[in-house]
């Protein structure tokens, strides 16, 4: 057993999560998985476990304990299934926005609702044309009087169409570029906002993901988060804080892989004895285990950082994300592999974390994306 230096909170929130992992998660993935169900009642039960109080602070109805406790709950869900923790940790993304910028009136009125898990909220940014590059937007919100008129197509949104409050990112100035972006929240129920078909996804299936459509959508001008033209700068923020919780479900699903194949490993036998005595296997195994421990490392770390308050977090919270991705890539990968053909068949998890943990190096900013940023962090402030 490795020891992590928790608080007894921060163990209780662990325990929690395997709670629902052992006795709902587990049992119904596979289905979940098949069927791309959205799973509403695991979400529920994780609403009325108090997890999503993690991402608020105490006025607003939460726990406001920080990110750090956000990704201990989202790795252990993550060892479940990553549809359910994409779907928890998508919502903390609709959140941080509001976090960020909003004013106390849209605090006092949002929050709280997101805090109990009543709602789920969305994080509205990518467009058909507008993926890696955020700043090219072409969803527009015009002022008339004291109205915001929003008219454009975002794709790929997680939780669209399930979650009841989205931050949207539009632009009010095209001709300013990135400058010009700004954001706002939008209610679902809004006329004039509507939902396109849940994707057929590779991974990650039971997640919803979904196009949000602004048609003439008409919403006050009191739900601008900041001013105009700050958009940029709050998704940027946004990102800051929450990719080390891409990089804690890549450690969750890779946890995952590495117990299912050293499990295997100790009791399928060939040439007469357990494949864990090859040291083909054990090497394997060693690797994975290496890795699985140097990304949650890092992981901790980066949301450690974050929750000392500091500011400049670009580039430990990108690499977080790249480094922890890239192992449950490899990791999920490695598993299948112990598992040799039966990993290869959907009688065991093995082949759905593969396909699952693919989603961490593409979300929230490419790992190519990511690298960018901290090259561009280490040019501008050095190496240390
Ligand atoms: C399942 C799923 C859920 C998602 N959920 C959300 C969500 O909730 N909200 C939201 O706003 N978005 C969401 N996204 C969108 C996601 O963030 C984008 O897919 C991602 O940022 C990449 O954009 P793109 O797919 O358009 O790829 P592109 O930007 O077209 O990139 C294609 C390839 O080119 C590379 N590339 C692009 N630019 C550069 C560059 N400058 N340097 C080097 N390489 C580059 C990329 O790394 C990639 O390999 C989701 C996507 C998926 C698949």
Redesign the pocket.
Known sequence: MMHYFLTEEQQMIVDICRQIVDERIIPARAGLDEKGTFPWEIIKEIGKSDLFRLFVPEEYGGMGTGIFNVCLATEELSRGDLSVATSYA?SG?GFIPILVMGNEEQKKKYLPQLASGEKLA?????EPEA???ASSVRTRAVKEGNWYILNGT?Q????GGEAEIYTIFASTNPERGARGISAFIVEKGTEGFEFGKK?D?LG?RA?A?RELIFTDCKIPKENILGSEGMGFIIAMRTFDQSRPAVGAQAVGVAQAALEEALNYSKVRKQFGQTISSFQAIQHMLADMATQVEAARALVYHAARVIDSGEKNIAKLSAMSKLFASDVAMKVTVDAVQILGGYGYMKDYPVEKMMRDAK?TQ????????QR?IIALELLKRGAL
């Open positions: 998508a993304l969305a994080f509205g940014l990518t993926g890696s590059d975002k790929w949104i997680t939780n994707e996804k990650i997640s993901t989603i593409i979300y929230e900013g490419t790992n190519q994306i960018s």
